[in-house]
């Protein structure tokens, strides 16, 4: 991969955990990104854990490596599920959209990856 896309996918990361800590979304979630995970177990009390060499594609059969994956349960689940109703789950659509040209596909209701270019 190429540090401009490194860069992005870090800039996403960062975007991510900075709207699960604003909507209260992170427990028991996984950020994938650059062969890193930000793991926020509940187990060690919701603190995010960096783990190296680590892929998305190890975990769930619907990532993509090169981008930003996600697995999650409690407060992402339920949001991007449209539990909340649409309004976070939109709120979440709009910062992909509008910052980095992208937009989320769900592998399964757990599971997510980032896609970039143009959105619909």
């Known amino acids: 991969m190429n540090k401009k896309n490194e860069m992005r996918n870090l800039k996403v990361a960062k975007a991510i955990e900075a709207f ?7 427990g028991d979630t996984c950020i994938y990104f650059n062969g890193i995970r930000w793991n926020y ?16 594609s190890d975990y769930f059969d619907y990532a993509n490596d090169e981008s930003v994956c996600m697995s999650f349960e409690g407060g992402f689940y339920d949001a991007l599920n449209m539990h909340y109703g649409c309004a976070t789950h939109d709120a979440f659509l709009k910062i992909l959209n509008e910052k980095f040209n992208a937009y989320f596909e769900l592998g399964n209701a757990w599971n997510l990856t980032v896609v970039f270019g143009e959105v619909c």
């Open 41 to 56: 177990s509940t187990c060690h009390g919701g603190k995010r854990k960096e783990e190296t060499d680590m892929k998305a």
């Open 20 to 26: 699960g800590k604003s909507h209260d979304l992170l």
